[in-house]
């Protein structure tokens, strides 16, 4: 069934969405590329995804623990390193990680393969941190240790310093 709508009128179900190849917000955090696909908008904020592509060698960010939202990885191609407190699971291809709040965790691309994750959100509210990243390196300041604590606290984020 095709619903037509006449000018000027709304739709009477929601606009669907839809992210073609190369379309999508771009976030560069160093060796990290970031293209958001859904930021929470179309979503009533509940759900965000992007795809993230690890240069080979990249550390992620320090390990730390989200109050407020669940994150998932599924890892499309090469595999990614997650360290979740003191064990660490290397995820190859075809490996979805689902890390609830609380978990301590952090990731890594530890080979000399580029690796490529898709990454979910619920509730969105974590895809601003990256924006705010990426900001502090557009000022031109570091991404130092401080910096990135500082931008996971105004998102119910803190570094799990038991694991540090």
């Known amino acids: 069934m095709t619903e ?24 560069v955090l160093g060796t990290t590329h970031m293209r958001v696909l859904e930021d929470g908008s179309h979503t009533g904020h509940r759900l965000a995804i992007a795809e993230s592509v690890l240069a080979p060698r990249t550390q992620g960010p320090p390990q730390h623990r989200h109050a407020e939202h669940d994150e998932g990885f599924y890892i499309l191609s090469g595999t990614v390193r997650f360290t979740v ?24 691309n530890l080979t000399d393969q580029p690796a490529v994750m898709l990454s979910t959100f619920t509730p969105d509210l974590y895809v601003q941190y990256f924006r705010d990243l990426q900001e502090v390196l557009a000022g031109g300041r570091s991404l130092t240790p401080q910096a990135n604590i500082d931008a996971m606290s105004r998102y119910a984020t803190e570094p799990a310093t038991d694991f540090a």
């Open 4 to 27: 037509e709508v006449k000018a000027g009128e709304p739709p009477t179900h929601p606009a669907v969405s839809v992210v073609g190849p190369g379309d999508g917000e771009t976030i």
């Open 85 to 108: 407190g003191e064990q660490d699971y290397d995820a190859a291809a075809g490996t979805l990680v689902m890390v609830p709040p609380g978990t301590p965790h952090t990731f890594a």
